[in-house]
């Protein structure tokens, strides 16, 4: 009889496992006396929501316990899920972490119920060689004493983290010089921000703020602020994010672009992104007052863009703003344009009308209405074909369904 599996080499044997599911992996082990400890092997482990659907938390616990009793070899890569239908009880980690911590972790997801947050295991801050960290639903302590940052992180992702004391978030990075992605969403007890990351280059923020100032961010090329409160962000950080560093991408929310519309950054027109290549402007209501004359604002200290994404949302609150419209200033590079939730408001129509006026070189205006009605398409499609281009290339044309 052929043996089809006693002479796989080692490296095809865990390429195969890596691709497994946990518990599939496990079962290899009946193929043959070379497969029967080949997945104790392996380098990456993942407990996610397949695995734990069929066990409660404490078999669970375990069952990766025992795991990892008998696991040879470093565990680079560990994701593990908590569901929310089982916050009844809970997963004993701090053993994990600091078996994590000992065997060579580079990449660590940990993600726990929302409904039963816990303070995260202290031997997190021992994970010397973790590159990519992402907590979700966890309470954060403050370093120890003797924590001086993570020498190898260059991703860090924390989602509704809850962060017990002040200094925690600058205790935490500050010494981290490696970071180049760092993503904060809705986060907790954060209220002051301070971005001060030499190496950073991409930024994704969301939630409620008191303040937030960046300092040395000369690195910084990709920029999303979700923001839904905010009291104060500086001219001079607004100005450090366009002279010192090279902008591409910038996406900004409705919120921040209501507190740039009422002088929440003072002189902030006077700032300008030669770099940038992308912009996106969400959750947009056009017809609030100066809404659209910011956001024509905002796209003019822009000069050299070539791609534009703006989503709008629907107000019943309709309201007049007067605005002058430049038609001698140009977008001489702008080429794509994307405009979702379009329902045919005048400040909308005002706002392509513009576009396609300024824009030399445009070659698509893509439309996305929604569930707006055929009659409501077409209506605001005969006004959308009035409009004068600039660009003898410039087309119109609708996502999703067609008229």
Not at 100 to 107: A, T
Not at 351 to 375: Q, R, T, W, Y
Request: aromatic share 10%.
């Amino acid at each position: 009889m052929v043996d089809f599996f006693g002479n796989v080499p080692d490296i095809v044997i865990d390429k195969i496992l890596e691709k497994l599911p946990i518990r599939m992996a496990a079962q290899t082990s009946v193929l043959s006396k070379q497969w029967r400890r080949a997945w104790l092997s392996l380098k990456i482990l993942v407990f996610d929501s397949d695995f734990e659907e069929h066990s409660d938390l404490q078999k669970c616990s375990r069952i990766i316990s025992n795991i990892l009793l008998y696991h040879n070899g470093p565990v680079q890569v560990f994701y593990l899920y908590i569901p929310f239908n089982k916050s009844k009880d809970h997963m004993s980690h701090s053993q994990l972490i600091s078996f994590l911590s000992k065997n060579g972790v580079r990449d660590l997801f940990i993600g726990n119920d929302p409904f039963s947050r816990m303070d995260i295991s202290s031997y997190i801050f021992q994970c010397n060689e973790i590159e990519n960290l992402k907590l979700l639903c966890w309470n954060l302590n403050s370093p120890p004493t003797d924590f001086s940052g993570f020498p190898n992180l260059r991703k860090l992702e924390l989602s509704f983290v809850r962060f017990k004391k002040t200094n925690v978030f600058r205790s935490l990075i500050e010494n981290c010089k490696m970071l180049k992605k760092l993503k904060l969403e809705k986060c907790y007890g954060m209220d002051h921000v301070v971005i001060d990351l030499p190496s950073l280059q991409t930024l994704r923020l969301s939630g409620n703020f008191q303040s937030l100032t960046f300092r040395n961010v000369r690195s910084l090329k990709s920029i999303t602020l979700s923001l839904h409160s905010i009291k104060t962000l500086t001219f001079d950080s607004v100005t450090l994010l366009a002279s010192s560093c090279q902008l591409q991408y910038i996406s900004f929310n409705g919120h921040l672009c209501k507190y740039f519309a009422a002088g929440g950054v003072e002189r902030s027109s006077l700032v300008t992104f030669n770099h940038l290549d992308e912009l996106c402007l969400t959750d947009l209501s056009l017809s609030e007052f100066g809404v659209l004359r910011d956001l024509l604002s905002m796209i003019k200290r822009c000069p050299y863009i070539k791609k534009l994404i703006i989503s709008v949302i629907t107000d019943e609150n309709v309201t007049q703003d007067m605005i002058h419209f430049n038609y001698n200033y140009k977008l001489d590079h702008l080429r794509k344009v994307n405009i979702s939730g379009i329902t045919g408001s005048s400040a909308e129509l005002k706002l392509v009308e513009h576009l396609l006026a300024i824009s030399p070189v445009l070659e698509n205006m893509f439309f996305d209405s929604g569930k707006l009605c055929i009659e409501s398409k077409l209506k605001m499609l005969s006004a959308l074909l009035g409009f004068p281009r600039a660009s003898p290339k410039a087309r119109l044309l609708f996502l999703g369904k067609k008229l």
